[in-house]
């Protein structure tokens, strides 16, 4: 059997890195962490797209520290405010807001509006220290509620309402959440394919096995 791969989780929001780390349970990987190199530089998010914002962070990542690495871009999509807070939606109420702040930036935004559809949107990206790159993308549908409702997870889910199961994200369990998030069914399809994206990261990083 061939040994577990090194992986870097190229994230600095803790509620994504844990979610990460336990849908990658029970698979051959070392997880790292960015904090595990000590300082180093933060890459520019100031792609147009989930996905550039994804290969940004995996590939710098993965070229600096000479690991693969695996990034997630997501957020946050409202029909009513135009899409926003979209690609935006980290720094939505200022660089410094809390992930409290943001939600209640975004509740007043939809004070008075009916049309409360939203969905969340999730790119992983897996790039090799070369900076070639595989990605896996899913979305979530639900709604915005009026108020903030729950203390799961993490990020704007105490105000993202999913009808199927009459609950927000935050009052969710984790295994509840992971079963239908955009992150979960973006890693669903990652690990269906898990095997060959292992060959393949070996077949790109020759020298680290
Ligand atoms: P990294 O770039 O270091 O991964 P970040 O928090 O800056 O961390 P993003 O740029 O992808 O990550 O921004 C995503 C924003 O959307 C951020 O405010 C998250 O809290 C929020 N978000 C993403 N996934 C979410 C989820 O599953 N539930 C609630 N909020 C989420």
Redesign the pocket.
């Known amino acids: 059997m061939e040994p577990p791969i090194n992986l870097v989780i190229?994230?600095?929001?803790k509620?994504?890195?844990s979610?990460i780390k336990s849908l990658l349970s029970g698979f051959p990987v070392i997880i790292k962490n960015?904090h595990d190199f000590g300082p180093i530089p933060?890459?520019k998010?100031d792609g147009e797209t989930?996905d550039d914002?994804?290969y940004k962070?995996a590939s710098f990542s993965a070229k600096i520290l000479g690991f693969p690495a695996l990034?997630?871009?997501?957020?946050?999509i409202v029909e009513a405010l135009g899409g926003a807070?979209g690609?935006h939606?980290?720094?939505?109420a200022g660089e410094n807001a809390s992930?409290e702040e943001?939600c209640l930036k975004l509740l007043h935004e939809m004070n008075g509006k009916s049309n409360r559809m939203a969905a969340?949107e999730?790119v992983i990206s897996i790039a090799v220290p070369t900076g070639v790159a595989l990605t896996y993308e899913a979305r979530?549908e639900g709604l915005i509620t009026e108020k903030m409702r729950g203390s799961n997870?993490?990020?704007?889910?105490p105000i993202?309402y999913y009808p199927p199961l009459k609950k927000t994200?935050?009052e969710m369990t984790r295994e509840e959440?992971n079963r239908v998030?955009?992150?979960g069914k973006a890693f669903k399809e990652l690990k269906e394919e898990f095997d060959k994206i292992m060959v393949w990261i070996r077949q790109q990083t020759p020298k680290i096995f």
């Open positions: 190229a994230t600095r929001n509620g994504k890195s979610e960015l933060e890459v998010e989930f914002n994804a962070k990034a997630d871009d997501s957020g946050l807070p690609v939606s980290a720094r939505y992930d943001r969340f999730c979530c997870g993490f990020g704007y889910d993202f994200f935050a959440k998030s955009h992150r």
